[in-house]
Every structure is written in structure tokens, then in C-alpha cells.
């Protein structure tokens, strides 16, 4: 994947998905198992795996859901070039109304 350890590659990773424009934010799952464990804390909504990496997010309404996949799907492969990204939307944010 690359050379940085599994704490930075988990906060870069996390860093650039939240980064996507639409992306309402990180989703642990449908029973709270995606993340990844780290001393003292966990990264919740990115899983890190010898074969790749997988991402859970809450996207906000109105987006184009396919399209902000992608842009989390391609932010993540800057971040860790060569690894396989699987990009599952979980949920949508409603609207904010004024």
C-alpha cells in the first residue's frame, strides 16, 4: 500500500473522504464494524485490509450518490495508490432547512 504506518494511512484516508464535496461523513456500518482500530481511539467508516481498503460514508441529500463515490473512491487511491477501494454509501443526511 505504502510507507506510512496503519495511524497515518487511516487519518490521511479519512482526511481525503471527508474532503469529497457531498460527503456528510464517516458511517461505521449497519452494526458498527467498519473501522479501524488504533491505540487508544478508532477511525470509524474506513476498514484498512491486507487486500485493500473499504469506506462507509453518510453522503448529503441532493448529491449525485454515484458520482461522490467515485470522488471518495478516487481521493482514497491518491492517498493509498494501488489498493483496492470499495466505497459503500450508507446513509444520506437530510437536508438543512432554514
Not at 510507507?3 to 460527503?23: K, N
Not at 467498519?34 to 487508544?40: D, M, N, S
Not at 485493500?52 to 495508490?81: F, I, K, M, N, S
Amino acid at each position: 500500500m505504502t510507507d506510512m504506518s496503519e495511524t497515518e494511512l487511516a487519518d490521511s484516508i479519512a482526511e481525503a473522504i471527508l474532503a469529497v464535496p457531498g460527503v456528510a461523513g464517516l458511517h461505521p456500518g449497519m452494526f458498527g464494524e467498519v473501522g479501524t482500530y488504533l491505540p487508544g481511539r478508532r477511525v470509524t467508516g474506513v476498514r484498512i485490509t491486507d487486500d485493500g481498503v473499504d469506506v462507509h460514508v453518510t453522503v448529503h441529500e441532493g448529491v449525485d450518490v454515484r458520482r461522490t463515490a467515485v470522488a471518495v473512491r478516487d481521493a482514497v487511491a491518491l492517498v493509498a495508490p494501488g489498493s483496492t477501494v470499495d466505497v459503500t454509501v450508507e446513509d444520506i443526511a437530510p437536508a438543512v432547512r432554514p
